[in-house]
């Protein structure tokens, strides 16, 4: 099982499926490939999804928010906190990491980031996607960065997002048994959270398939508010 794999998966399916679990049965269905893959290679199934899945995930999202995108007739670009850290970017992508870069004292970072979606013609960032197998430790990191932007005139406008398929079930429980990151989630500065499993939803804790929606809303408004 490969990323290649994985695209024609989804791209097989897309037409055909629709519903709030739909990107969930196709990561399952991945899974499922994977670990027999494995066993028939005589290896621990459970040990190499977890050390494989997460990556894979992240080249998933990529790709379906990409395919998504490039459907719609706006000016956005996509790219990552990896490719902003190259020493030599192309002029578009240095206008983009000027955008986004985090300044203390003399010095710049670039916040993780593994989606980035950002205006074409002002090169300004619309949103940054984090995309983790586990939320554990990254939803507090995620609470950071976006503390960070709201202190640049720059950045405090840019939208950060969550996605996760949620493997410890930490959003799955509302109430009483509501978790440390969902409470961070609903009542902190993350923007929203989008998961890839049945969940008790909220304004701010979507099922994964509510993001396409979410985006050409957001970019509806992004666009419609330059041309005022």
């Not at 080249?59 to 996509?78: A, C, R, T, Y």
């Not at 790219?79 to 990491?97: C, F, G, I, N, W």
């Not at 969550?162 to 990151?181: A, Q, T, W």
């Not at 989630?185 to 008790?200: M, N, Q, S």
Request: hydrophobic letters at 35%; proline letters at 2%.
């Amino acid at each position: 099982m490969n990323i290649d794999q994985i695209k024609k998966i989804y791209l097989s399916r897309k037409k055909k499926e629709i519903g709030d679990n739909f990107i969930k049965s196709i990561f399952d269905e991945i899974k499922e490939k994977y670990k027999k893959e494995k066993r028939e290679e005589g290896k621990d199934a459970n040990q190499s999804w977890n050390s494989w899945s997460g990556k894979a995930l992240q080249e998933l999202i990529k790709f379906i928010v990409n395919d998504f995108i490039s459907s719609l007739k706006f000016p956005i670009g996509i790219t990552d906190d990896v490719s902003l850290r190259k020493k030599k970017l192309p002029a578009e992508l240095d206008k983009v990491r000027r955008n986004i870069e985090i300044f203390y004292d003399s010095y710049s970072i670039i916040p993780d980031a593994d989606i980035i979606i950002y205006d074409k013609s002002s090169y300004r960032i619309i949103a940054v996607l984090s995309c983790k197998a586990s939320m554990r430790e990254r939803v507090a990191q995620s609470a950071y960065w976006k503390l960070k932007f709201q202190y640049n005139d720059t950045t405090k406008d840019i939208l950060y997002y969550l996605l996760s398929p949620d493997n410890d079930g930490d959003f799955v429980h509302v109430g009483e048994k509501i978790s440390r990151d969902r409470i961070i989630v609903e009542y902190g500065e993350i923007d929203k959270a989008y998961i890839f499993r049945d969940i008790p939803e909220s304004d701010k804790v979507k099922n994964f398939s509510k993001i396409f929606n979410d985006l050409k809303l957001l970019f509806n408004q992004w666009f419609k508010k330059k041309k005022i």
